[in-house]
């Protein structure tokens, strides 16, 4: 599953929220121009669901046998990367940058989502729903002792991911309700002499 680290560069970023964008976009349109359906919400818990669940999957799937490694924590941000006479091998910085990259877009899609699942739940509530998963996450690492190290590096990205999409799902309703508000601009038509 780390191989998907590989390919994070600053394109496929930009093409990752330009499409996270776009679907907060399109959720939101959909929601406004169909306010007394509920197929926009239940279509939003259902890739909600899935998310989570694929999420899941690829945050806790051990990369050793249950209980056969130890149950390590890193505590301090950037734990190894800033410690006296730490020597990088080249490249080693930008696998680090690349990996937290992922981390903080692992996050992105929970709280964008969740906006349009459970519209009443608020910024800070899907902040704090999206921290809390990290850290039943990195608690559930350190536990299985799998393979897997609880690391603050994670919590920290996750914030960041979180604020992200949310920020995304906050932009995409408020301008399809500035487009409501304003809508379509309209020509005079002249008549002809």
Known sequence: MWQVVLGITPTTVTLFLILALAAAVALALWTALAPDSGAPRTTA???????????????????????????????????????????????????????????????????????????????AGAFLLGVGLCLVIETAQLLMRAGRIADIDDVICAAAGTVIGTGLALAAQLGVAAMRRRGLPRRAVRAAP
């Open 45 to 123: 818990r259902a890739l909600l669901a899935g998310w989570l669940l694929l999420f899941l999957l690829a945050t806790l799937a051990p990369s050793q046998p249950i209980g056969s490694g130890d149950a390590t924590v890193w505590w301090r941000p950037g734990e190894g990367l800033f410690d006296l006479g730490a020597q990088l091998e080249p490249g080693e910085l930008a696998m680090l940058v690349r990996r937290q990259i992922a981390n903080a877009a692992l996050f992105v899609p929970a709280p964008l989502l969740l906006r349009f699942a459970a519209p009443r739940t608020s910024a």
